[in-house]
């Protein structure tokens, strides 16, 4: 069964926290991003997985210098279980957030980013996309990132990185095709909605909707 992981984007810190509240029961992981942290404060990561009791992943597309990488990463993987990079910098600021993760006594995950759903992806992203997947399995990654707007692409990505989960934005408001996406992913893997649950006027319905598709 293809996993949900809300995109948590909003930034109003008393809403986040009621709307992971009320979707906890329908969602397998929450990604948290730059809006709501820079509208807060980074111990909102540590909140919402307190009240999901679920996955926290900080979606912070780190894209910098190894030292930076790092400094952010051991600042994040205080809250978050997870936290997301991009692999276009180079294997070596890839490997300091890794070797961050691995200070920590409990499992933390380094989900790396290969391609984009958005149009702008075309541009600089998707012509390198099959190396950045092939240096994400090279370097053991826990996780990439590729897009459901453009299902033949996920397919390519996910054949090259093999066992690597594979993380998919695009559903909902982006409107990428959620049965050719369920056609190429695997129970290991999540698909990300935003948007189309938190800007819904019932949220909790909305995940509850996401819920019954992945598991029909």
Do not use: W
Request: aromatic share 6%; with cysteine.
């Amino acid at each position: 069964m293809v996993k949900l992981m809300l995109a948590l984007d909003v930034t109003d810190e008393k809403r986040a926290i009621e709307i992971a509240r009320e979707v906890s029961p329908y969602i397998d992981a929450v990604k948290v991003g730059y809006p709501l942290v820079l509208s807060s404060r980074l111990g909102i990561v540590g909140e919402i997985k307190d009240v999901t009791g679920k996955e926290v992943i900080c979606d912070f597309k780190l894209a910098d210098i190894p030292s930076t990488n790092e400094k952010i990463a051991s600042l994040a993987l205080r809250y978050g279980d997870g936290i997301i990079c991009h692999g276009f910098l180079g294997e070596d600021s890839v490997r300091a957030v890794q070797e961050v993760a691995r200070r920590y006594g409990e499992y933390k995950k380094v989900i790396m980013v290969t391609e984009m759903s958005h149009r702008g992806a075309l541009q600089f992203l998707q012509p390198v996309a099959d190396k950045l997947a092939k240096m994400a399995k090279r370097l053991k990654v826990d996780g990439v990132v590729a897009p459901s707007t453009r299902p033949e692409r996920l397919k390519t990505i996910k054949d090259i990185v093999g066992d690597i989960p594979v993380m998919s934005p695009g559903i909902g408001a982006q409107g990428g095709d959620l049965n050719r996406v369920l056609d190429i992913l695997e129970e290991e893997d999540y698909i990300i909605v935003g948007r189309d649950i938190y800007e819904s006027e019932n949220p909790a319905k909305r995940a509850k909707y996401y819920y019954h598709l992945l598991r029909d």
